[in-house]
């Protein structure tokens, strides 16, 4: 508009001025994945209140525990290698050894009646090789990945069954809150995995009964702030999907168990005579 100068000037745009301030000026960022992870450790409720109300919770959640577990297992990696320059070579002893042997006429005289003994040989005495260095701690890259592989899958199975056993243990409480709404708040619960990391000086360990505790405690925290519950029916919650686990587990156990006696001719005969009683 003109002035009382005649010169033009612009007024701003209510509408805009009044929507940048609803937003909270331009709109603060949501905080990364180690960001919460970190705020995870120190027992902050904020962590689960920010999955919990984002756009994609289980999505989010997903991205948080894979997260996890590519930390962990680089740090297996790294820890794997620190140890194979610390420790000592057994490449040499290995060797003379293996040489020893073939020298014997007992294994010439294998090879003269089964040429391919010498290749089951080999096979079998690196094979032994390799599970005397993982029974004495020395580090291999074989126990190494089967550690990273059994942790990637052990953590998301173990994440997606906790979470649909606690959401269905909640909704029976009358919690409304959705189920990826839980899947990603319980993500985070797996932070003290983290701790792992330390892992990479030699000769560092992490108890597991510490982790365990940990994680029941970021647990409760990201059930507690998903489904708004008190504080007995959360730890219910808590609760129920080890007690769940454990009681299926158990009868597994007693009917594959029963199942296999039954096959026994012994077991099965005695079964038929106390049938045969009870008539």
Same mark, same amino acid.
């Given at each position: 508009?003109?002035n009382?100068?005649g010169?033009?000037?612009?007024?701003?745009?209510e509408?805009?001025?009044? @929507?940048l301030?609803?937003?909270?000026?331009?709109g603060?960022s949501?905080?990364?994945?180690?960001a919460?992870?970190g705020?995870?450790?120190?027992?902050?409720?904020e962590?689960?209140? *920010?999955v919990r109300?984002?756009?994609?919770?289980?999505?989010?959640?997903?991205?948080?525990?894979?997260?996890v577990?590519? *930390?962990?297992?680089?740090?297996?990696?790294i820890?794997?290698?620190l140890?194979?320059?610390?420790?000592?070579?057994? /490449?040499?002893?290995?060797?003379?050894?293996?040489?020893?042997?073939t020298?014997?006429?007992?294994y010439?005289?294998?090879?003269?009646? /089964?040429?391919?003994?010498?290749?089951?040989f080999?096979q079998?005495?690196?094979?032994?090789?390799?599970?005397?260095?993982?029974l004495?701690?020395y580090?291999?890259?074989?126990a190494? *990945?089967?550690v990273?592989?059994?942790?990637?899958?052990?953590?998301?199975?173990?994440?997606?069954?906790?979470?649909?056993?606690?959401h269905w243990?909640?909704?029976w409480?009358?919690s409304?809150a959705?189920?990826?709404?839980?899947?990603?708040?319980?993500?985070?619960?797996y932070?003290?995995?983290?701790?792992?990391?330390?892992q990479v000086?030699?000769?560092?360990?992490?108890?597991?009964s510490?982790?365990?505790?940990?994680?029941?405690a970021?647990?409760?925290?990201?059930?507690?702030? @998903?489904?708004?519950?008190? @504080?007995p029916? @959360?730890?219910?919650?808590?609760?129920?999907?080890?007690v769940i686990?454990? *009681?299926?587990a158990?009868?597994?156990?007693l009917?594959?168990?029963?199942?296999?006696?039954?096959q026994?001719p012994?077991?099965r005969?005695?079964?038929?005579v106390?049938?045969?009683?009870?008539?």
């Amino acid at each position: 508009m003109p002035n009382a100068s005649g010169e033009m000037t612009v007024e701003p745009d209510e509408s805009a001025v009044a @929507t940048l301030d609803d937003d909270g000026g331009a709109g603060e960022s949501q905080p990364g994945v180690l960001a919460l992870l970190g705020r995870t450790l120190l027992f902050s409720t904020e962590p689960y209140a *920010i999955v919990r109300d984002d756009d994609h919770p289980g999505r989010r959640g997903f991205v948080i525990v894979l997260v996890v577990v590519a *930390i962990v297992a680089v740090a297996q990696m790294i820890a794997y290698w620190l140890g194979w320059l610390t420790a000592p070579r057994l /490449d040499s002893l290995q060797g003379l050894l293996y040489s020893t042997v073939t020298d014997w006429p007992w294994y010439a005289e294998q090879v003269q009646q /089964d040429p391919a003994f010498a290749t089951q040989f080999q096979q079998g005495y690196l094979a032994g090789w390799e599970a005397l260095r993982i029974l004495l701690g020395y580090p291999t890259l074989t126990a190494t *990945i089967s550690v990273d592989l059994s942790l990637i899958v052990t953590t998301f199975g173990n994440w997606f069954l906790f979470a649909v056993l606690a959401h269905w243990t909640a909704r029976w409480f009358g919690s409304q809150a959705r189920f990826v709404q839980t899947l990603g708040t319980v993500a985070l619960a797996y932070a003290p995995l983290l701790l792992l990391v330390i892992q990479v000086v030699p000769g560092a360990t992490v108890p597991l009964s510490l982790l365990f505790l940990l994680m029941l405690a970021t647990k409760y925290l990201a059930l507690k702030t @998903t489904h708004n519950l008190g @504080t007995p029916q @959360t730890l219910f919650v808590l609760a129920a999907p080890y007690v769940i686990v454990a *009681i299926v587990a158990a009868l597994v156990a007693l009917y594959g168990g029963a199942y296999g006696l039954e096959q026994l001719p012994y077991f099965r005969d005695a079964f038929k005579v106390q049938l045969f009683l009870a008539r």
